[in-house]
Nanobody, 121 residues
Framework: QVQLVESGGGSVQAGDSLRLSCAAS????????MGWFRQAPGKEREFVAA????????DYADSVKGRFTISRDNAKNTIYLQMNSLKPEDTAIYYC??????????????WGQGTQVTVSS
């Protein structure tokens, strides 16, 4: 099994920045890719960003391109989501996810417990 623990959420003003972290433990050798999804109240969970564990190639949702950056630290089994120029519509619970393949989808194998991000105008 793989355990994922997110941190770094909080409440900020529009235009501010936050950095989320997700630390993986357990059978991390089985991970090929990790990523972030988010779910706003009353909405479906949606893809935000993903990164390949080996190559470092990345993918982003159109809504966050140019504002969010996903990165990894292989030595720490940790990924990060740097979120800049935050907007109220970024308010959601952010979930870390990991899988054995790309693309990462809503059916990904492993999920964290989520961390709340609230952006006020």
């Amino acid at each position: 099994q793989v355990q994922l623990v997110e941190s770094g959420g909080g409440s900020v003003q529009a235009g501010d920045s936050l950095r989320l972290s997700c630390a993986a433990s357990g059978r991390t050798f089985s991970i090929y890719a990790m990523g972030w999804f988010r779910q706003a109240p009353g909405k479906e969970r949606e893809f935000v960003a993903a990164i390949s564990w080996n190559s470092g190639s990345t993918d982003y949702a159109d809504s966050v391109k140019g504002r969010f950056t996903i990165s990894r630290d292989n030595a720490k089994n940790t990924i990060y989501l740097q979120m800049n120029s935050l907007k109220p519509e970024d308010t959601a619970i952010y979930y870390c996810t990991a899988d054995r393949k790309l693309p990462i989808t809503i059916n990904a194998r492993h999920w964290g417990q989520g961390t709340q991000v609230t952006v006020s105008s």
